[in-house]
């Protein structure tokens, strides 16, 4: 629970030691999570508003709850039980809209349909290989197909590796970004409005 309340409160409401701890596989996973959604709406279309549309009544609710966020959360551990969990419910709802929002965001960048895709990489992989090749005609000579093939897949190779690690990393970055705007907004107004509420 405790675990929890840091994580979906922050550090400014919450008084637990969440955030003395280091919380790297947390986020990787996130991400990992995140890209789960959007490869099982491309392979499935299942979902498709939920993870791939709405983006405006996301933002909404996005925006709303990261603006009430001082308001629910400031008095939280003066509250009963029955009072704490629709503010935990609220936190998740936000933290859901900003997931929802990323995979919006991510969904259109897989253009190809799954039922193109194989032909996509085919071409893809072929042009690539051709390209280094033709770098090494002048050059290598007889070589050349094979300077080629392994450059040009080493290259592919990099490419791929690079837009998984983006594809993890990103959102987790998103996350982080949305954690510290809000930290920063419920100090000003902790410190502005609810310092005679409030001894944090």
């Not at 790297?24 to 995140?34: E, M, Q």
């Not at 983006?55 to 029955?82: D, G, H």
């Not at 259109?108 to 193109?116: A, H």
């Not at 592919?156 to 982080?176: E, M, Q, S, Y």
Request: net charge neutral.
């Amino acid at each position: 629970m405790d675990y929890l309340e840091g994580l979906l409160l922050g550090p400014l409401w919450s008084d637990t030691d969440y955030e003395n701890r280091r919380h790297l596989s947390l986020f990787l996973l996130y991400g990992i999570f995140v890209d789960l959604l959007v490869v099982y709406n491309y392979l499935t279309g299942s979902m498709n508003t939920l993870i791939a549309g709405a983006f405006l009544p996301k933002v909404i609710v996005f925006v709303v709850l990261f603006f009430f966020c001082p308001a629910l959360c400031f008095s939280y551990y003066r509250m009963p039980l029955w009072g704490k969990i629709p503010v935990l419910i609220a936190q998740l709802t936000k933290f859901g809209a900003l997931t929802l929002l990323i995979t919006a965001w991510a969904r259109p960048k897989l253009s190809v349909s799954f039922g193109d895709l194989k032909d996509f990489l085919i071409s893809y992989l072929n042009k690539t290989l051709e390209r280094f090749t033709e770098k090494y005609v002048d050059t290598a000579g007889t070589f050349a197909t094979v300077l080629g093939v392994i450059s040009g897949g080493v290259y592919v190779v990099v490419v791929v590796l690079l837009n998984l690690l983006a594809a993890i990393l990103i959102p987790g970055l998103v996350f982080c970004v949305a954690r510290f705007l809000q930290y920063w907004y419920d100090k000003v107004v902790s410190m502005l409005v609810l310092s005679d509420y409030t001894d944090k």
